[in-house]
C-alpha cells in the first residue's frame, strides 16, 4: 500500500523550471563551457594518442620505480605490473580506449583540483563556509551517480563534455574535505611561529600551511581519481566513451568477456594511478 501525507511538495516541479530556465537564459554560457572542455579533453587525448604505445609503457614503469624508491621492493613490483598491465591492454586491442579514459579522468581531475583546492582552502580558514559547505558536500556525496547525467545531458549535450562534467561533480567533494581538513590539521605551533615572524596570510599559506597539508591533500586527489574512474562506465551511458563503452557494450550484448576484459582495463589503470598519487604523500610524510 502506498502512503501519502498530505499534499506532495512540487519539488521536482522546481527543479525542472529551475533547469528550463537556465538553459533558456544561459545557453551561451553552457555552450562556451561546453566547448573549453571538448578543447581541453581533445588536447589531453591527441598528445596521448600521440605517443607510441611502448614509449608511454616505458615511462609510466620508470615513473612508477622512481617514485616508490630504487631499492624499494614495492618501486619495482608497481613498476613491473605497470609495464605488464599496460602491455596486456596494448595486446587486447584496448590502447585507444584506455587513453580515451585517462585524457577523461585527467581533464576531470584538472577541475576537480582548480575548483576544489581553493574551496577546501576557504573552508580550513573559515569556519562560516565550512559549515555552508558541509551539508552540500554530504548531498553531492550521497546523491546517486545516476541522477548527475540528466542535468550535465540538458546542458551540455550528449558525448564526453557532460561525461566530464558529472565525474567532476562526483569526484569533487573529497578533495575539498581533505583539504580543509589538512589546513585544519596544521600545528598551532607554526600558525604562531609564522606570524610572530610576520607572515601574510599569503606567505603562511603558501609557506606553512599547504606543504604541512600537502599528504592529505593528495590524498584528496587520489581519492577523487578513483571516484571518477568509477564513474567511466556510468558516464558511457551518455557518450562519453574510453573503456566503460567497452564494458557498456558487453552489458548490452551479453558477453561476459568483453565486459571483463573491459572492466579488467579499468582496474590496470586505477591501481596504476592509486599508487602514483599515493607515492607522493608518502615522500612528503617521509
Known sequence: MNFQLGQPLPIGEGVSH??????????????????GVHFLIAGLTNGLLALPPFVFVAAIGAVSVWLLGWRRKAGWGLGVFSVLGLLLVLNLGY???????????????????????????????????????????????????FVYLVPAVIFFGLGLVPGVISTVIFALPPLIRLTTLGIRQV?????????????TWWQMLIKVQLP????????????????????????????????????LQGINQLD???????????????????????SFGQKRNK
Not at 598551532?188 to 615572524?197: C, D, K, P, R, T
Not at 568477456?257 to 599515493?278: H, M, N, P, W, Y
Open 18 to 35: 529551475s533547469v528550463n530556465y537556465l538553459t533558456d537564459h544561459y545557453a551561451g554560457a553552457f555552450n562556451a563551457i561546453t566547448a
Open 95 to 145: 590502447w585507444a580506449a584506455l587513453m580515451e579514459t585517462l585524457a577523461l579522468v585527467l581533464a576531470a581531475e584538472i577541475m576537480v583540483v582548480i575548483i576544489g583546492l581553493p574551496l577546501g582552502i576557504i573552508g580550513g580558514r573559515s569556519e562560516l563556509a565550512d559549515r555552508i559547505m558541509r551539508p552540500v558536500l554530504d548531498i553531492m556525496q550521497t546523491m546517486p551517480a
Open 187 to 199: 600545528p598551532h605551533e607554526l600558525v604562531e611561529a609564522s606570524n610572530s615572524f610576520g607572515a
Open 256 to 278: 561476459v568477456g568483453k565486459g571483463f576484459v573491459g572492466g579488467l582495463a579499468v582496474v590496470i589503470l586505477a591501481i596504476i594511478l592509486d599508487r602514483i598519487t599515493q
Open 212 to 247: 604541512s597539508a600537502l599528504p592529505s591533500i593528495m590524498a584528496g586527489v587520489n581519492q577523487s581519481i578513483m571516484l571518477g574512474l568509477s564513474m567511466v562506465v556510468i558516464a558511457s551511458m551518455i557518450g562519453a566513451g574510453g573503456l566503460g563503452n567497452v564494458v
